[in-house]
């Protein structure tokens, strides 16, 4: 596969709708998918962490991962600890062979060295294509990240399955 990384970039839409329901139509093809998108179980809380919650496309378990500031806090901060075990989960399911890894976003804990920047690393080592979503505010740190050797793909499902299909994507380097 020519460009095996690539990434959606969304600005107000979030994309987790789209990479689940990408997810699911390989899965139904038969392919072998990992990875995590966020899921907003539709929790009845005041506290905004309860939003911040993974599942896995392999299995559907969901991991929380954040930790509410504190009481009267409005905000979270994000657990590195569970995070931690969704990637060694990861790490798993690409050691176990994958057609595609997808994982929520490329954000600021990928941008400082941490969140699933191994898990991607390990990916590209296995030569497993990873999909991920990005916000612009971090397009710069994907950049230096991926030495601009990734593509920004249309966050549409055509586009998508195209770019999996002919491993040159449907949209411009990075």
Same mark, same amino acid.
């Given at each position: 596969?020519?460009?095996?990384? @690539?990434?959606?970039?969304?600005?107000?839409?979030? !994309?987790?709708?789209?990479?689940?329901?990408? @997810?699911?139509?390989?899965?139904?093809?038969?392919?072998?998918?990992?990875?995590? =998108?966020?899921?907003?179980?539709?929790? =009845?809380?005041?506290? !905004?962490?309860?939003?911040?919650?993974?599942?896995?496309? $392999?299995?559907?378990?969901?991991?929380?991962?954040?930790? !509410?500031?504190?009481? /009267?806090?409005?905000?979270?901060?994000?657990?590195?600890?569970?995070?931690?075990?969704?990637?060694?989960?990861?790490?798993?399911?690409?050691? $176990?062979?994958?057609?595609?890894?997808?994982?929520?976003?490329?954000?600021? $804990?990928? @941008?400082? /060295?941490?969140?699933?920047?191994?898990?991607?690393?390990?990916?590209?080592?296995?030569?497993?294509?990873?999909?991920?979503?990005?916000? &612009?505010?971090?397009? !710069?740190?994907?950049?230096?990240?991926?030495?601009?050797?990734?593509?920004?793909?249309? &966050?549409?499902?055509?586009?998508?399955?195209?770019?999996?299909?002919?491993?040159?994507?449907?949209?411009?380097? @990075?």
């Amino acid at each position: 596969m020519r460009f095996p990384l @690539a990434t959606i970039l969304y600005e107000t839409t979030p !994309p987790d709708a789209l990479l689940r329901d990408f @997810a699911r139509a390989l899965a139904a093809q038969g392919r072998h998918i990992g990875g995590v =998108v966020q899921h907003r179980p539709g929790l =009845v809380t005041d506290c !905004p962490c309860a939003e911040m919650v993974l599942m896995s496309l $392999a299995s559907g378990q969901s991991f929380p991962v954040a930790l !509410p500031l504190g009481s /009267g806090s409005t905000g979270c901060r994000l657990d590195f600890g569970a995070l931690a075990q969704v990637a060694q989960g990861l790490l798993s399911e690409i050691e $176990a062979g994958l057609d595609l890894l997808i994982l929520n976003r490329f954000g600021k $804990a990928e @941008a400082e /060295g941490r969140g699933f920047r191994d898990v991607i690393a390990a990916a590209m080592e296995r030569e497993t294509p990873v999909l991920t979503a990005l916000h &612009p505010r971090n397009l !710069p740190d994907w950049i230096r990240f991926t030495e601009g050797a990734a593509l920004l793909l249309m &966050p549409d499902a055509s586009t998508l399955h195209q770019w999996l299909a002919d491993g040159q994507g449907v949209a411009h380097a @990075a």
